[in-house]
């Protein structure tokens, strides 16, 4: 079955970086790009960023431009969120989501990870 | 391109017919998603292409709409259907979401 697993909480201080992974399994890794939406406590849907994973090419909100990077690694189906510059307006649960490449299947987030809290505390 | 869902939150009953709607800034066709959401969980996709079911999704939830303006009907609303409700556009990027609407227990 579909699955995206994301790895474990992280706590970190002010000014660190923090990268989230996020596994895939039970589909062609390629043929869906995966995005990031990030949930402050209490508050709604933020969407971050997206990358094609075939190809790799990324697009960023443009909040985050400068901070975040987002990788994949199709050897292993898994794609990375890295976020610098850590302040504590960063405290949230991050979550991965697939969208279908192709143009009849996408426009959908239809498979989401588990999310991970990452806190920002001094 | 900004969402605005109205109610920000609803109180209602088992059995109660509930709609909420999502306006958008501009028109995004019909480009859109809406989400459930409980509590300490990740979203779950219900509707997409404004009123496409998603397969597994109960038929008592149905969308409508296309342009700027968008619905979310639940005919009947269910014990487990108490959570907050989510659009999504994907006209272009980012990939917004509106505010979110919190369905609540009357």
């Known amino acids: 079955q579909v699955q995206l697993v994301q790895s474990g909480a992280e706590v970190k201080k002010p000014g660190a970086s923090v990268k989230v992974s996020c596994k895939a399994s039970?589909?062609?890794?390629?043929?869906?790009?995966m995005h990031w939406v990030r949930q402050a406590p209490g508050q709604g849907l933020e969407w971050m960023g997206i990358t094609k994973t075939s190809g790799g090419a990324t697009t960023y909100a443009q909040k985050f431009e400068g901070r975040v990077t987002v990788t994949s690694d199709t050897s292993t189906s898994t794609v990375y969120l890295e976020l610098r510059s850590l302040t504590s307006e960063d405290t949230a649960v991050y979550y991965c989501a697939r969208e279908a490449a192709s143009r009849r299947d996408g426009f959908k987030f239809d498979e989401w990870g588990q999310g991970t809290l990452v806190t920002v505390s001094s | 391109i900004q969402l605005t869902q109205s109610p920000s939150s609803l109180s209602a009953s088992v059995g109660e017919r509930v709609t909420i709607t999502c306006r958008a800034s501009?028109?995004?066709?019909?480009?859109l998603a809406w989400y459930q959401q409980k509590p300490g969980k990740a979203p779950k996709l219900l509707i997409y292409?404004?009123?496409t079911l998603q397969t597994g999704v109960p038929s008592r939830f149905s969308g409508s709409g296309s342009g700027t303006d968008f619905t979310l009907t639940i005919s009947s609303l269910q014990p487990e259907d108490f959570a907050t409700y989510y659009c999504q556009q994907f006209n272009n990027y980012p990939r917004t979401f509106g505010q979110g609407t919190k369905v609540e227990v009357k």
């Open positions: 039970g589909y062609m890794f390629t043929s869906y790009f």
């Open positions: 501009q028109g995004i066709s019909s480009y």
């Open positions: 292409a404004a009123s």
